[in-house]
Nanobody
């Protein structure tokens, strides 16, 4: 499975971006999906995840109330709507396909990873 993330870019603080991540095909099982990010000099961190059915979502405390994850299973695509962006949100954002159907904030529970899309928020 290949994942193609898009939608990143440069935005001013307070602005919005919508990331998309399209999978090349469905996996053999129904999988949760997630978004992680990595800022320069920092470790990769969890951002948001969503279950296969789309009925359970998890968010990092740092993005709760500002970011919304959603998915379209018919299109094998997951989205991340990011509002009220802050300079500290600047990072490369990665999407991933989980091993199981539930929503997980653990990176070791994801098998396939996208190439990442850069998000830069200026102050």
């Amino acid at each position: 499975v290949q994942l193609q993330a898009s939608g990143g870019g440069l935005v001013q603080a307070g602005g919005s971006l919508r990331l998309s991540c399209a999978a090349s095909r469905r996996t053999s099982s129904n999988n949760g999906m997630g978004w992680f990010r990595q800022a320069p000099g920092k470790e990769r961190e969890f951002v948001a995840s969503i279950s296969w059915k789309g009925d359970t979502m998890k968010y990092a405390d740092t993005v709760k109330g500002r970011f919304t994850i959603s998915r379209d299973n018919a299109k094998n695509t997951v989205f991340l709507q990011m509002n009220s962006l802050k300079p500290e949100d600047t990072a490369v954002y990665y999407c991933a396909v989980g091993r199981r159907s539930y929503s997980s904030d653990r990176s070791d529970e994801y098998t396939y990873w996208g190439q990442g899309t850069q998000v830069t928020v200026s102050s």
